[in-house]
């Protein structure tokens, strides 16, 4: 009874925030008078009224001498609002791309916040697969974790290690793995040759995650597949994004089996 109660009155807060951030933004702004406020929201005064009511039983807002002042909770209630709805608004932004992943995919809302997307429209995974070679291409290094091995990332990551020896430490599935050694095999033995280059075999991704350490910093990428192939590219450069996936990768990287020459070089 109890949690239902609180469940109740955060509910109650949030639906206050919901029809009322317009009122409570002003307010945070600047204190003024409900007169003011009414004659700088799109709204009726009635309407302002019922608002400043229901902020002030919230604790949002205080009134003295007829002037409204946002209270401490009130302002950081409002920055936590904004922040919910833009986090929203990214994921919706990218749900091209989400929908291609399965419902239990680990993915945090950290990587989300403040993404970028580049989906696979019915023009085709152009765009996408070039947003991806860049990250290779301008990388001072590279590590992550892949499920798909495109031709023109392929060649991107071989160039990188054995014409500019980028650091690129890599996790690959086992089918992609397999598809390198039949389709790449000498590009790969060559590749093997650079001390900087590593990769290791796991059986599944969910996804490809990748982390590139750019001149300006390093960005987080994420590629989704779907049946009729690459589905989108959604990445992030954000500190807490960048964490996110680094940790991410690890935690894979740790479960993977490492390949110490390409399959089939032992004599």
């Not at 919901?18 to 600047?30: G, H, I, K, P, T």
Request: aromatic content about 8%; overall charge negative; hydrophobic content about 40%.
């Amino acid at each position: 009874m109890q949690f239902d109660m609180v469940r109740s009155e955060v509910a109650g807060v949030f639906d206050v925030l919901a029809s009322r951030a317009d009122v409570l933004e002003a307010v945070v702004r600047q204190s003024r008078t409900t007169a003011e406020l009414a004659s700088d929201l799109p709204v009726s005064r009635s309407t302002v009224d019922r608002g400043l009511r229901e902020l002030e039983r919230a604790g949002f807002v205080e009134t003295r001498d007829a002037v409204h002042y946002s209270t401490l909770a009130g302002r950081m209630a409002l920055e936590t609002y904004s922040q919910f709805v833009e986090c929203l608004d990214d994921i919706d932004a990218a749900a091209a791309v989400l929908d291609a992943l399965d419902s239990d995919a680990p993915l945090a809302p950290v990587f989300l916040d403040g993404c970028e997307v580049v989906p696979v429209t019915d023009g085709g995974p152009g765009p996408a697969l070039s947003k991806l070679t860049s990250f290779v291409e301008e990388a001072e290094s590279v590590r992550g974790c892949v499920r798909g091995a495109f031709p023109s990332q392929v060649d991107a990551y071989y160039r990188a290690v054995v014409d500019d020896g980028t650091p690129v430490d890599i996790v690959a599935t086992d089918d992609v793995v397999q598809r390198l050694v039949t389709a790449y095999r000498p590009q790969l033995a060559e590749a093997w040759s650079v001390d900087s280059f590593s990769l290791r075999s796991t059986a599944a991704l969910p996804y490809s995650l990748v982390v590139s350490d750019l001149p300006d910093g390093p960005v987080a990428f994420l590629v989704a597949y779907s049946e009729r192939g690459l589905a989108g590219v959604i990445y992030n450069d954000s500190r807490p994004a960048v964490s996110w996936a680094s940790r991410r990768i690890e935690d894979w990287r740790s479960d993977a089996s490492p390949l110490p020459r390409p399959p089939g070089d032992e004599p």
